[in-house]
Protein backbone atom coordinates (compact mmCIF):
# COMPACT_ATOMS: atom_id res chain seq x y z
CA UNK A 1 0.00 0.00 0.00
CA UNK A 2 2.64 2.61 1.04
CA UNK A 3 4.49 2.24 -2.11
CA UNK A 4 1.92 2.17 -5.09
CA UNK A 5 2.06 5.42 -6.82
CA UNK A 6 6.03 5.71 -5.88
CA UNK A 7 7.09 3.90 -9.09
CA UNK A 8 4.98 3.31 -12.97
CA UNK A 9 5.14 0.38 -14.61
CA UNK A 10 5.57 2.55 -17.67
CA UNK A 11 6.62 5.90 -17.53
CA UNK A 12 7.34 6.10 -21.46
CA UNK A 13 3.81 6.36 -21.92
CA UNK A 14 2.63 9.05 -19.25
CA UNK A 15 2.81 12.65 -19.07
CA UNK A 16 5.06 14.69 -16.22
CA UNK A 17 3.20 17.66 -14.07
CA UNK A 18 5.69 19.05 -12.26
CA UNK A 19 4.76 21.16 -9.12
CA UNK A 20 7.80 23.20 -8.65
CA UNK A 21 8.26 24.73 -6.05
CA UNK A 22 5.72 23.91 -3.46
CA UNK A 23 4.47 26.46 -2.17
CA UNK A 24 4.40 28.47 1.46
CA UNK A 25 6.82 25.93 2.83
CA UNK A 26 10.55 26.15 3.15
CA UNK A 27 13.29 25.99 0.45
CA UNK A 28 12.64 23.84 -2.58
CA UNK A 29 10.54 21.14 -2.87
CA UNK A 30 8.81 19.81 -6.14
CA UNK A 31 6.07 16.89 -6.87
CA UNK A 32 5.59 15.21 -9.78
CA UNK A 33 2.84 13.39 -11.31
CA UNK A 34 2.24 10.81 -14.01
CA UNK A 35 -0.15 11.29 -15.55
CA UNK A 36 -1.78 8.74 -19.37
CA UNK A 37 -3.64 10.16 -21.46
CA UNK A 38 -7.43 9.73 -19.66
CA UNK A 39 -5.58 11.55 -16.60
CA UNK A 40 -4.79 8.31 -14.60
CA UNK A 41 -2.46 8.89 -11.72
CA UNK A 42 0.73 6.25 -12.09
CA UNK A 43 3.52 8.11 -10.23
CA UNK A 44 3.42 10.89 -7.28
CA UNK A 45 6.88 11.85 -5.50
CA UNK A 46 7.33 14.62 -3.80
CA UNK A 47 11.24 15.30 -4.19
CA UNK A 48 13.16 17.20 -1.79
CA UNK A 49 16.02 19.43 -2.66
CA UNK A 50 17.81 19.24 0.58
CA UNK A 51 20.61 20.75 1.29
CA UNK A 52 22.86 17.69 2.40
CA UNK A 53 26.16 19.81 2.68
CA UNK A 54 25.81 21.19 6.17
CA UNK A 55 27.48 18.37 7.85
CA UNK A 56 30.22 18.88 5.97
CA UNK A 57 30.40 22.63 6.57
CA UNK A 58 30.49 21.92 10.63
CA UNK A 59 33.32 19.56 10.15
CA UNK A 60 36.47 20.93 11.45
CA UNK A 61 35.33 23.74 13.71
CA UNK A 62 35.36 24.08 17.29
CA UNK A 63 32.35 22.94 19.13
CA UNK A 64 31.55 25.42 21.14
CA UNK A 65 30.90 27.67 18.13
CA UNK A 66 28.12 25.05 16.31
CA UNK A 67 25.58 26.03 18.58
CA UNK A 68 25.59 28.96 16.85
CA UNK A 69 26.25 28.12 13.59
CA UNK A 70 23.72 25.68 12.90
CA UNK A 71 21.34 28.31 13.31
CA UNK A 72 22.04 29.22 9.58
CA UNK A 73 20.84 26.02 8.58
CA UNK A 74 17.21 27.02 8.58
CA UNK A 75 15.64 29.99 8.87
CA UNK A 76 12.85 29.39 10.52
CA UNK A 77 13.24 26.97 12.85
CA UNK A 78 17.16 28.38 13.97
CA UNK A 79 16.15 28.09 17.62
CA UNK A 80 15.47 24.02 17.49
CA UNK A 81 18.65 23.71 15.71
CA UNK A 82 20.12 25.96 18.53
CA UNK A 83 18.83 23.80 21.43
CA UNK A 84 20.02 20.39 19.76
CA UNK A 85 23.40 21.03 19.01
CA UNK A 86 23.67 22.37 22.52
CA UNK A 87 22.22 18.89 23.87
CA UNK A 88 24.52 17.08 22.01
CA UNK A 89 27.03 19.01 23.45
CA UNK A 90 26.66 19.10 26.82
CA UNK A 91 26.54 15.37 26.43
CA UNK A 92 30.48 15.48 24.90
CA UNK A 93 30.95 18.01 27.91
CA UNK A 94 29.49 15.19 30.20
CA UNK A 95 27.60 18.15 31.67
CA UNK A 96 24.76 18.50 34.10
CA UNK A 97 22.32 21.50 33.53
CA UNK A 98 21.77 23.72 36.43
CA UNK A 99 17.96 24.21 36.87
CA UNK A 100 18.34 27.51 35.98
CA UNK A 101 20.07 26.60 32.30
CA UNK A 102 17.94 24.15 31.67
CA UNK A 103 14.45 26.41 32.63
CA UNK A 104 15.71 29.37 30.03
CA UNK A 105 15.99 26.93 27.35
CA UNK A 106 12.96 25.15 27.94
CA UNK A 107 11.36 28.70 27.84
CA UNK A 108 13.59 29.64 24.11
CA UNK A 109 12.04 26.27 23.11
CA UNK A 110 8.48 26.95 24.34
CA UNK A 111 9.11 30.82 22.31
CA UNK A 112 9.73 28.75 19.40
CA UNK A 113 6.93 26.43 19.35
CA UNK A 114 4.27 28.90 19.98
CA UNK A 115 6.18 31.36 17.15
CA UNK A 116 5.99 28.66 14.39
CA UNK A 117 3.05 26.93 15.53
CA UNK A 118 1.42 30.81 15.11
CA UNK A 119 2.96 31.07 11.86
CA UNK A 120 2.06 28.28 10.45
CA UNK A 121 -1.38 28.05 11.30
CA UNK A 122 -2.84 31.68 11.05
CA UNK A 123 -0.43 32.45 8.17
CA UNK A 124 0.10 29.32 6.05
CA UNK A 125 -2.17 26.53 6.29
CA UNK A 126 -5.51 29.40 7.25
CA UNK A 127 -5.73 30.83 3.82
CA UNK A 128 -6.40 26.95 2.31
CA UNK A 129 -8.59 26.11 5.42
CA UNK A 130 -10.39 29.59 5.21
CA UNK A 131 -11.15 30.32 1.77
CA UNK A 132 -10.99 26.23 0.49
CA UNK A 133 -8.28 24.36 -0.92
CA UNK A 134 -9.20 25.26 -4.60
CA UNK A 135 -10.20 28.34 -3.92
CA UNK A 136 -8.81 31.42 -6.00
CA UNK A 137 -4.74 31.92 -5.06
CA UNK A 138 -5.38 35.53 -5.51
CA UNK A 139 -7.43 35.44 -1.88
CA UNK A 140 -5.48 31.88 -0.83
CA UNK A 141 -2.71 34.07 0.88
CA UNK A 142 -2.24 35.67 4.27
CA UNK A 143 -2.92 39.04 3.46
CA UNK A 144 -6.41 37.52 2.19
CA UNK A 145 -6.64 36.14 5.76
CA UNK A 146 -6.39 39.48 7.05
CA UNK A 147 -8.81 40.72 4.98
CA UNK A 148 -11.01 38.55 5.45
CA UNK A 149 -10.76 37.93 8.97
CA UNK A 150 -8.23 40.98 10.56
CA UNK A 151 -9.17 40.55 14.47
CA UNK A 152 -8.05 36.91 13.83
CA UNK A 153 -4.69 37.53 11.85
CA UNK A 154 -3.67 40.27 13.89
CA UNK A 155 -4.32 38.12 16.78
CA UNK A 156 -1.92 35.48 14.36
CA UNK A 157 0.48 38.54 14.45
CA UNK A 158 0.53 39.11 17.69
CA UNK A 159 1.36 35.34 19.20
CA UNK A 160 3.93 35.24 17.07
CA UNK A 161 5.64 38.70 17.83
CA UNK A 162 5.40 37.23 21.41
CA UNK A 163 7.02 34.34 20.94
CA UNK A 164 9.75 36.07 18.68
CA UNK A 165 10.24 38.61 21.94
CA UNK A 166 10.58 35.06 24.48
CA UNK A 167 13.49 34.08 22.04
CA UNK A 168 15.26 37.64 21.99
CA UNK A 169 14.95 38.07 26.08
CA UNK A 170 16.48 34.21 26.34
CA UNK A 171 18.87 33.75 23.13
CA UNK A 172 19.58 37.46 23.40
CA UNK A 173 18.80 38.26 20.27
CA UNK A 174 15.81 38.01 18.08
CA UNK A 175 18.00 36.04 15.24
CA UNK A 176 21.86 34.59 15.52
CA UNK A 177 21.38 33.95 19.25
CA UNK A 178 23.70 32.67 21.65
CA UNK A 179 21.90 32.21 24.57
CA UNK A 180 22.33 28.60 24.86
CA UNK A 181 25.46 27.51 25.07
CA UNK A 182 27.57 23.45 25.99
CA UNK A 183 26.90 23.24 29.36
CA UNK A 184 24.40 25.76 30.12
CA UNK A 185 23.28 29.50 28.82
CA UNK A 186 25.04 32.53 28.80
CA UNK A 187 21.88 34.55 30.05
CA UNK A 188 18.93 34.33 32.36
CA UNK A 189 15.76 35.94 32.19
CA UNK A 190 16.65 39.74 33.49
CA UNK A 191 13.87 40.73 36.02
CA UNK A 192 12.49 43.42 33.82
CA UNK A 193 12.47 40.99 31.06
CA UNK A 194 10.12 38.44 33.26
CA UNK A 195 7.84 41.20 33.84
CA UNK A 196 7.51 42.60 30.65
CA UNK A 197 6.62 38.79 29.62
CA UNK A 198 4.32 38.32 32.25
CA UNK A 199 2.19 41.29 31.55
CA UNK A 200 0.96 39.56 27.87
CA UNK A 201 1.51 35.75 28.77
CA UNK A 202 -2.29 35.76 29.77
CA UNK A 203 -3.42 37.12 26.30
CA UNK A 204 -1.51 34.54 24.60
CA UNK A 205 -2.97 31.73 26.32
CA UNK A 206 -6.32 33.07 25.92
CA UNK A 207 -5.93 33.25 22.01
CA UNK A 208 -4.13 30.35 21.88
CA UNK A 209 -7.87 28.21 23.22
CA UNK A 210 -9.45 30.80 20.50
CA UNK A 211 -7.30 29.19 18.03
CA UNK A 212 -8.12 25.79 19.02
CA UNK A 213 -11.82 26.15 18.77
CA UNK A 214 -11.01 27.88 15.15
CA UNK A 215 -9.91 24.58 14.15
CA UNK A 216 -12.11 22.19 16.33
CA UNK A 217 -14.76 24.00 14.12
CA UNK A 218 -13.36 24.10 11.01
CA UNK A 219 -13.24 20.03 11.72
CA UNK A 220 -17.39 20.31 12.60
CA UNK A 221 -18.47 22.20 9.55
CA UNK A 222 -16.15 19.62 6.86
CA UNK A 223 -16.25 16.90 8.96
CA UNK A 224 -16.26 14.03 5.79
CA UNK A 225 -13.77 15.83 3.46
CA UNK A 226 -11.02 16.69 6.63
CA UNK A 227 -11.40 13.44 7.81
CA UNK A 228 -10.91 11.63 4.98
CA UNK A 229 -8.25 14.41 2.98
CA UNK A 230 -4.89 12.37 2.35
CA UNK A 231 -6.03 10.23 5.16
CA UNK A 232 -3.18 6.97 5.65
CA UNK A 233 -2.17 4.63 8.38
CA UNK A 234 1.22 5.42 10.13
CA UNK A 235 3.36 4.35 12.84
CA UNK A 236 4.66 6.96 15.06
CA UNK A 237 7.93 8.30 16.95
CA UNK A 238 8.16 11.23 19.52
CA UNK A 239 10.10 11.95 22.50
CA UNK A 240 8.14 11.21 25.91
CA UNK A 241 8.95 12.43 29.53
CA UNK A 242 9.55 9.45 32.27
CA UNK A 243 6.52 9.79 33.39
CA UNK A 244 4.81 9.54 29.90
CA UNK A 245 3.84 12.83 29.82
CA UNK A 246 4.74 15.10 25.96
CA UNK A 247 7.52 16.62 26.82
CA UNK A 248 8.99 18.68 23.67
CA UNK A 249 12.60 19.43 25.13
CA UNK A 250 13.94 16.20 26.18
CA UNK A 251 12.99 12.64 27.12
CA UNK A 252 13.08 8.75 26.06
CA UNK A 253 11.88 7.98 22.31
CA UNK A 254 8.61 6.28 22.06
CA UNK A 255 7.69 4.69 19.07
CA UNK A 256 4.11 3.06 18.22
CA UNK A 257 2.79 0.91 15.55
CA UNK A 258 -0.16 2.22 13.19
CA UNK A 259 -2.64 0.58 15.78
CA UNK A 260 -1.25 2.44 18.63
CA UNK A 261 0.76 -0.56 19.69
CA UNK A 262 4.13 -0.02 21.19
CA UNK A 263 7.25 -0.51 19.75
CA UNK A 264 9.54 0.62 21.84
CA UNK A 265 9.06 3.00 24.84
CA UNK A 266 11.57 5.41 27.06
CA UNK A 267 14.69 4.84 24.38
CA UNK A 268 18.05 6.29 25.14
CA UNK A 269 18.04 8.80 22.17
CA UNK A 270 21.48 8.63 22.73
CA UNK A 271 21.66 5.44 21.09
CA UNK A 272 18.87 6.29 18.33
CA UNK A 273 21.32 4.35 15.67
CA UNK A 274 20.30 1.58 17.12
CA UNK A 275 16.37 1.86 16.24
CA UNK A 276 16.39 4.34 13.20
CA UNK A 277 18.34 3.83 10.16
CA UNK A 278 18.00 5.91 6.55
CA UNK A 279 17.49 5.01 3.15
CA UNK A 280 18.51 6.61 0.21
CA UNK A 281 16.42 6.60 -3.12
CA UNK A 282 17.66 7.60 -6.31
CA UNK A 283 15.10 10.04 -7.14
CA UNK A 284 15.05 12.29 -3.90
CA UNK A 285 18.24 13.93 -2.15
CA UNK A 286 16.19 13.80 1.35
CA UNK A 287 16.83 10.01 2.96
CA UNK A 288 13.94 8.22 4.31
CA UNK A 289 14.48 7.22 7.80
CA UNK A 290 13.17 4.22 8.85
CA UNK A 291 12.63 1.83 12.08
CA UNK A 292 15.47 -0.48 11.83
CA UNK A 293 14.43 -4.10 12.77
CA UNK A 294 11.29 -3.78 10.42
CA UNK A 295 13.35 -2.66 7.12
CA UNK A 296 12.86 0.55 4.65
CA UNK A 297 9.67 -1.13 3.55
CA UNK A 298 7.65 -1.52 6.35
CA UNK A 299 9.15 0.57 8.63
CA UNK A 300 8.65 4.30 8.02
CA UNK A 301 6.55 6.30 10.18
CA UNK A 302 5.66 9.75 10.71
CA UNK A 303 6.46 12.81 13.68
CA UNK A 304 5.69 15.70 14.67
CA UNK A 305 2.22 17.14 16.45
CA UNK A 306 -0.12 14.79 15.87
CA UNK A 307 2.24 12.12 16.40
CA UNK A 308 2.96 13.97 20.08
CA UNK A 309 -0.53 14.56 20.65
CA UNK A 310 -1.55 10.96 20.35
CA UNK A 311 1.66 9.38 21.39
CA UNK A 312 1.58 10.95 24.65
CA UNK A 313 -0.16 9.83 27.68
CA UNK A 314 -0.91 12.93 29.04
CA UNK A 315 -0.12 16.84 28.43
CA UNK A 316 1.53 18.34 31.83
CA UNK A 317 -0.45 21.73 31.43
CA UNK A 318 -3.99 21.82 32.66
CA UNK A 319 -6.21 23.33 29.44
CA UNK A 320 -4.15 21.81 26.65
CA UNK A 321 -4.31 18.22 27.68
CA UNK A 322 -8.38 18.73 28.32
CA UNK A 323 -8.27 19.52 24.66
CA UNK A 324 -6.19 16.58 23.62
CA UNK A 325 -8.66 14.94 25.56
CA UNK A 326 -11.23 16.22 23.32
CA UNK A 327 -9.48 15.70 20.11
CA UNK A 328 -8.83 12.25 20.44
CA UNK A 329 -12.28 11.27 21.45
CA UNK A 330 -13.66 13.53 18.50
CA UNK A 331 -15.82 11.69 16.01
CA UNK A 332 -14.83 8.13 17.56
CA UNK A 333 -10.86 9.10 17.37
CA UNK A 334 -10.99 10.19 13.97
CA UNK A 335 -8.85 13.42 13.79
CA UNK A 336 -6.42 12.45 15.69
CA UNK A 337 -5.70 9.76 11.99
CA UNK A 338 -6.16 12.43 9.67
CA UNK A 339 -3.73 14.47 8.06
CA UNK A 340 -5.49 17.31 8.78
CA UNK A 341 -5.63 16.49 12.51
CA UNK A 342 -2.24 18.24 12.22
CA UNK A 343 -3.21 20.85 12.22
CA UNK A 344 -5.69 20.39 15.39
CA UNK A 345 -3.09 18.96 17.41
CA UNK A 346 -0.26 22.03 16.34
CA UNK A 347 -2.93 24.51 17.93
CA UNK A 348 -3.13 22.27 21.11
CA UNK A 349 0.41 22.15 21.46
CA UNK A 350 0.25 26.18 20.69
CA UNK A 351 -1.41 25.73 23.89
CA UNK A 352 0.49 23.77 25.68
CA UNK A 353 3.37 26.00 25.19
CA UNK A 354 1.38 29.36 25.97
CA UNK A 355 0.82 27.58 29.60
CA UNK A 356 4.34 26.49 29.65
CA UNK A 357 5.40 29.94 29.17
CA UNK A 358 2.95 30.85 31.84
CA UNK A 359 4.45 28.89 34.69
CA UNK A 360 8.18 29.18 33.63
CA UNK A 361 7.81 32.97 34.12
CA UNK A 362 6.39 32.19 37.53
CA UNK A 363 9.52 29.85 38.38
CA UNK A 364 12.47 31.78 39.87
CA UNK A 365 15.06 29.67 38.06
CA UNK A 366 14.26 31.96 35.28
CA UNK A 367 15.90 34.81 37.35
CA UNK A 368 18.87 32.41 38.75
CA UNK A 369 22.37 33.09 38.49
CA UNK A 370 23.96 29.98 38.13
CA UNK A 371 24.05 29.87 34.73
CA UNK A 372 26.15 26.91 33.57
CA UNK A 373 27.38 23.35 34.79
CA UNK A 374 31.17 22.39 35.55
CA UNK A 375 32.36 19.49 32.93
CA UNK A 376 32.01 15.99 33.75
CA UNK A 377 33.25 12.93 32.43
CA UNK A 378 34.08 14.35 28.88
CA UNK A 379 32.82 11.98 25.68
CA UNK A 380 34.07 11.86 22.22
CA UNK A 381 30.09 11.82 21.01
CA UNK A 382 27.43 13.73 21.69
CA UNK A 383 23.89 12.65 20.27
CA UNK A 384 20.86 16.00 20.74
CA UNK A 385 17.46 15.37 20.14
CA UNK A 386 14.54 17.72 20.61
CA UNK A 387 10.90 17.82 19.41
CA UNK A 388 11.08 21.08 17.58
CA UNK A 389 7.49 22.53 15.94
CA UNK A 390 7.86 19.95 13.14
CA UNK A 391 8.92 17.28 14.93
CA UNK A 392 11.72 15.17 16.13
CA UNK A 393 15.21 16.93 15.33
CA UNK A 394 18.65 15.05 15.82
CA UNK A 395 22.17 16.80 16.22
CA UNK A 396 24.96 13.89 16.38
CA UNK A 397 28.24 14.83 16.60
CA UNK A 398 31.70 13.59 16.99
CA UNK A 399 34.34 15.75 18.51
CA UNK A 400 38.34 15.02 18.61
CA UNK A 401 40.81 15.54 21.94
CA UNK A 402 41.37 19.34 20.04
CA UNK A 403 37.98 20.37 20.31
CA UNK A 404 36.98 19.93 16.42
CA UNK A 405 34.22 18.70 15.04
CA UNK A 406 35.51 15.58 13.03
CA UNK A 407 31.84 14.03 12.10
CA UNK A 408 28.27 15.69 12.25
CA UNK A 409 25.05 13.73 11.10
CA UNK A 410 21.24 15.57 11.38
CA UNK A 411 18.11 14.10 11.18
CA UNK A 412 15.85 16.74 11.03
CA UNK A 413 11.73 16.60 11.42
CA UNK A 414 10.94 16.88 7.62
CA UNK A 415 13.25 14.11 6.95
CA UNK A 416 11.33 11.65 9.11
CA UNK A 417 8.41 12.51 7.55
CA UNK A 418 9.50 12.23 3.61
CA UNK A 419 7.69 8.67 3.12
CA UNK A 420 4.69 10.20 5.00
CA UNK A 421 4.40 13.26 3.34
CA UNK A 422 5.00 10.75 0.26
CA UNK A 423 1.55 8.86 1.06
CA UNK A 424 -0.56 11.75 1.90
CA UNK A 425 -0.10 13.05 -1.45
CA UNK A 426 -0.35 9.82 -3.24
CA UNK A 427 -3.70 9.62 -1.19
CA UNK A 428 -4.91 13.72 -2.65
CA UNK A 429 -3.74 12.34 -5.56
CA UNK A 430 -6.44 9.18 -5.53
CA UNK A 431 -8.71 11.54 -4.34
CA UNK A 432 -9.00 14.33 -5.74
CA UNK A 433 -6.82 14.55 -9.16
CA UNK A 434 -7.08 10.85 -11.08
CA UNK A 435 -9.12 10.96 -13.82
CA UNK A 436 -9.49 15.04 -14.14
CA UNK A 437 -8.12 17.71 -16.21
CA UNK A 438 -5.33 19.31 -13.92
CA UNK A 439 -6.22 22.87 -12.55
CA UNK A 440 -4.13 24.93 -9.98
CA UNK A 441 -6.71 24.59 -7.75
CA UNK A 442 -6.47 20.79 -8.02
CA UNK A 443 -2.65 21.20 -7.52
CA UNK A 444 -3.23 23.03 -4.63
CA UNK A 445 -4.88 19.96 -3.28
CA UNK A 446 -1.65 18.23 -3.17
CA UNK A 447 0.16 21.35 -1.43
CA UNK A 448 -2.57 21.42 1.06
CA UNK A 449 -1.33 18.06 1.97
CA UNK A 450 2.48 18.84 2.07
CA UNK A 451 1.71 21.80 3.81
CA UNK A 452 -0.53 19.92 6.96
CA UNK A 453 2.97 18.61 7.58
CA UNK A 454 4.86 22.07 8.05
CA UNK A 455 7.62 20.58 6.55
CA UNK A 456 11.08 22.97 6.78
CA UNK A 457 13.02 22.40 3.74
CA UNK A 458 16.51 23.60 5.05
CA UNK A 459 17.20 26.31 2.94
CA UNK A 460 17.04 30.14 3.82
CA UNK A 461 17.57 32.23 0.76
CA UNK A 462 14.81 33.85 -0.95
CA UNK A 463 16.67 36.34 -2.92
CA UNK A 464 14.43 38.98 -4.82
CA UNK A 465 13.32 37.25 -7.93
CA UNK A 466 13.21 33.63 -6.87
CA UNK A 467 10.27 30.98 -6.28
CA UNK A 468 8.13 31.19 -8.98
CA UNK A 469 5.67 27.52 -9.45
CA UNK A 470 5.52 26.36 -12.68
CA UNK A 471 3.24 23.22 -13.87
CA UNK A 472 4.50 21.48 -16.95
CA UNK A 473 2.53 18.96 -19.00
CA UNK A 474 4.31 16.88 -21.76
CA UNK A 475 2.87 14.44 -23.95
CA UNK A 476 4.42 11.23 -24.19
CA UNK A 477 6.76 12.25 -27.09
CA UNK A 478 8.19 14.73 -24.74
CA UNK A 479 6.42 17.99 -26.55
CA UNK A 480 4.80 20.45 -24.21
CA UNK A 481 1.56 20.57 -24.50
CA UNK A 482 0.50 22.52 -21.69
CA UNK A 483 1.63 24.46 -18.88
CA UNK A 484 0.83 26.83 -16.05
CA UNK A 485 3.03 29.18 -14.02
CA UNK A 486 2.49 31.25 -11.20
CA UNK A 487 5.29 34.19 -10.83
CA UNK A 488 6.36 35.21 -7.64
CA UNK A 489 3.73 37.67 -6.95
CA UNK A 490 1.21 34.96 -7.50
CA UNK A 491 -0.17 35.73 -11.07
CA UNK A 492 -1.12 33.05 -12.57
CA UNK A 493 -0.94 32.28 -16.44
CA UNK A 494 -1.81 29.34 -18.67
CA UNK A 495 0.53 29.51 -21.90
CA UNK B 1 11.88 55.94 21.58
CA UNK B 2 11.22 54.77 18.16
CA UNK B 3 13.92 55.74 15.63
CA UNK B 4 12.54 57.78 13.00
CA UNK B 5 14.48 55.88 10.38
CA UNK B 6 14.35 52.11 9.91
CA UNK B 7 16.67 50.02 7.73
CA UNK B 8 15.89 46.74 7.77
CA UNK B 9 17.79 44.15 5.44
CA UNK B 10 17.33 39.94 5.32
CA UNK B 11 19.03 37.12 4.54
CA UNK B 12 21.11 33.97 5.21
CA UNK B 13 24.81 35.51 6.28
CA UNK B 14 26.02 31.89 5.59
CA UNK B 15 24.73 31.46 2.14
CA UNK B 16 27.24 33.68 -0.11
CA UNK B 17 25.27 36.52 -1.37
CA UNK B 18 22.84 36.15 0.09
CA UNK B 19 24.26 37.83 3.30
CA UNK B 20 23.73 41.62 1.14
CA UNK B 21 21.23 42.27 3.46
CA UNK B 22 22.68 41.43 6.60
CA UNK B 23 25.81 42.61 6.03
CA UNK B 24 24.47 46.63 4.66
CA UNK B 25 22.94 46.59 8.30
CA UNK B 26 26.38 45.49 9.56
CA UNK B 27 27.78 48.41 7.84
CA UNK B 28 25.18 51.10 8.59
CA UNK B 29 24.79 49.99 12.28
CA UNK B 30 28.79 50.34 12.71
CA UNK B 31 28.21 54.25 11.20
CA UNK B 32 26.20 54.52 14.80
CA UNK B 33 24.03 57.79 13.19
CA UNK B 34 21.60 59.05 15.01
CA UNK B 35 17.65 58.18 14.49
CA UNK B 36 18.57 55.34 12.91
CA UNK B 37 17.75 52.00 13.74
CA UNK B 38 19.08 48.74 12.10
CA UNK B 39 17.24 45.63 11.79
CA UNK B 40 18.20 42.35 10.51
CA UNK B 41 16.05 38.42 10.33
CA UNK B 42 16.37 35.58 7.62
CA UNK B 43 13.01 36.30 6.02
CA UNK B 44 10.44 38.48 6.11
CA UNK B 45 7.64 37.92 8.09
CA UNK B 46 4.25 39.34 9.09
CA UNK B 47 5.22 40.09 12.24
CA UNK B 48 7.78 42.53 10.72
CA UNK B 49 4.76 44.71 10.29
CA UNK B 50 5.03 46.05 13.86
CA UNK B 51 8.50 47.22 13.26
CA UNK B 52 7.56 49.81 11.00
CA UNK B 53 5.36 51.62 13.52
CA UNK B 54 6.04 55.09 14.23
CA UNK B 55 8.78 55.21 11.49
CA UNK B 56 9.12 58.24 9.81
CA UNK B 57 11.05 56.05 6.77
CA UNK B 58 11.84 52.74 6.01
CA UNK B 59 14.81 51.04 4.02
CA UNK B 60 14.01 47.21 3.13
CA UNK B 61 17.34 45.71 1.59
CA UNK B 62 17.73 42.93 0.13
CA UNK B 63 19.75 41.02 -2.02
CA UNK B 64 18.70 40.05 -5.85
CA UNK B 65 19.41 38.32 -8.83
CA UNK B 66 17.72 40.36 -11.09
CA UNK B 67 19.94 43.24 -10.41
CA UNK B 68 23.24 43.97 -11.78
CA UNK B 69 24.88 46.58 -9.16
CA UNK B 70 21.98 47.85 -7.06
CA UNK B 71 18.68 49.87 -7.50
CA UNK B 72 16.43 51.68 -4.88
CA UNK B 73 12.62 52.03 -5.74
CA UNK B 74 9.82 53.85 -3.24
CA UNK B 75 7.35 50.92 -3.12
CA UNK B 76 3.97 51.18 -1.68
CA UNK B 77 1.88 48.87 -0.04
CA UNK B 78 0.08 46.24 -1.98
CA UNK B 79 -1.82 43.21 -1.08
CA UNK B 80 0.28 41.60 -3.52
CA UNK B 81 -1.14 37.28 -4.37
CA UNK B 82 3.03 36.57 -3.05
CA UNK B 83 2.26 32.52 -2.43
CA UNK B 84 5.59 32.11 -0.47
CA UNK B 85 3.56 33.76 2.22
CA UNK B 86 6.40 32.27 4.50
CA UNK B 87 8.95 34.45 2.90
CA UNK B 88 6.18 37.87 1.98
CA UNK B 89 7.64 40.68 -0.21
CA UNK B 90 8.57 44.16 1.91
CA UNK B 91 5.07 45.08 0.07
CA UNK B 92 3.00 42.91 1.57
CA UNK B 93 4.55 43.74 4.75
CA UNK B 94 3.56 47.57 4.25
CA UNK B 95 -0.38 46.07 3.72
CA UNK B 96 -0.21 44.26 6.42
CA UNK B 97 1.09 47.16 8.72
CA UNK B 98 -2.34 48.81 6.84
CA UNK B 99 -4.40 46.19 7.65
CA UNK B 100 -3.59 45.59 11.36
CA UNK B 101 -2.90 48.96 12.40
CA UNK B 102 -5.36 50.98 10.07
CA UNK B 103 -3.32 53.40 8.95
CA UNK B 104 -0.74 54.20 6.42
CA UNK B 105 2.20 52.95 6.60
CA UNK B 106 5.45 55.27 6.53
CA UNK B 107 7.19 55.98 3.31
CA UNK B 108 8.88 52.63 2.01
CA UNK B 109 12.04 52.22 -0.27
CA UNK B 110 13.27 48.70 -1.47
CA UNK B 111 17.34 48.21 -1.59
CA UNK B 112 17.89 45.53 -4.62
CA UNK B 113 21.52 44.21 -4.13
CA UNK B 114 23.05 42.35 -6.98
CA UNK B 115 24.03 38.89 -6.05
CA UNK B 116 25.22 35.84 -7.96
CA UNK B 117 25.69 33.01 -5.60
CA UNK B 118 24.15 31.79 -3.00
CA UNK B 119 25.49 28.55 -1.94
CA UNK B 120 25.93 27.70 2.02
CA UNK B 121 29.55 28.53 3.18
CA UNK B 122 30.22 30.99 0.21
CA UNK B 123 31.86 33.89 1.20
CA UNK B 124 30.97 36.95 -0.55
CA UNK B 125 31.05 37.31 -4.70
CA UNK B 126 33.61 39.98 -6.05
CA UNK B 127 30.58 41.66 -7.77
CA UNK B 128 29.02 41.78 -4.51
CA UNK B 129 30.84 43.23 -2.71
CA UNK B 130 31.81 46.19 -5.19
CA UNK B 131 27.47 46.28 -5.64
CA UNK B 132 27.35 46.62 -1.38
CA UNK B 133 30.24 49.23 -1.47
CA UNK B 134 27.72 50.78 -3.94
CA UNK B 135 24.41 50.24 -2.15
CA UNK B 136 26.80 51.79 1.24
CA UNK B 137 27.48 54.93 -1.20
CA UNK B 138 23.87 55.71 -2.14
CA UNK B 139 22.33 55.37 1.43
CA UNK B 140 24.69 57.45 2.92
CA UNK B 141 22.86 60.21 0.86
CA UNK B 142 19.35 58.55 1.32
CA UNK B 143 19.95 58.48 5.29
CA UNK B 144 21.23 62.25 4.88
CA UNK B 145 18.13 63.64 3.67
CA UNK B 146 15.81 65.22 5.54
Known amino acids: MSFELETASHPENLRRVAIEPVSRVEGHGKVTLLLDDDNRVHQVRLHIVEFRGFERFIQGRPYWEVPVMVQRLCGICPVSHHLAASKALDMVLGARLTPTAEKVRRLMHYGQILQSHALHFFHLSSPDLLFGFGSNVASRNVVGVIAAAPETAKKGVLLRKYGQEVIRMTAGKRVHGTGSIPGGVNKSLAAEERESLRKDIYQMVAWSREAVQIIRSLFEKNLAEYNAFGRFEAQSMSLVRADGAMDLYHGGLRARDATGKLLFDHFDYGRYWDVIAEEVKPWSYMKFPFFKNQGPEHGWYRVGPLTRVANCDFIPTPLADRERQQFLAYDGGSAAGATLGYHWARMIEMLHAAESIKDLLNDDDVVGTDLAAPPGQRQERGVGVIEAPRGTLIHHYRVNENDEVIRANLIVSTTHNNQAMNEAIRQVARQYLDGHEVTEGLLNHIEVAIRAFDPCLSCATHALGRMPLEVAIVSRDGTPVDSLMRDARGVCTRA | ?146
Open chain 2, 1 to 146: MTAPILVFGWGNPSRGDDALGPLFVERIEALNLPGVACLTDFQLQVEHALDLKDRRRVLFVDASIETETMAATRIEATRDTSFTTHAISPQSVMQTFVDIEQTAPPPCWLLAIGGRSFELGEPLSADATANLAAAIAWASHWLAVE
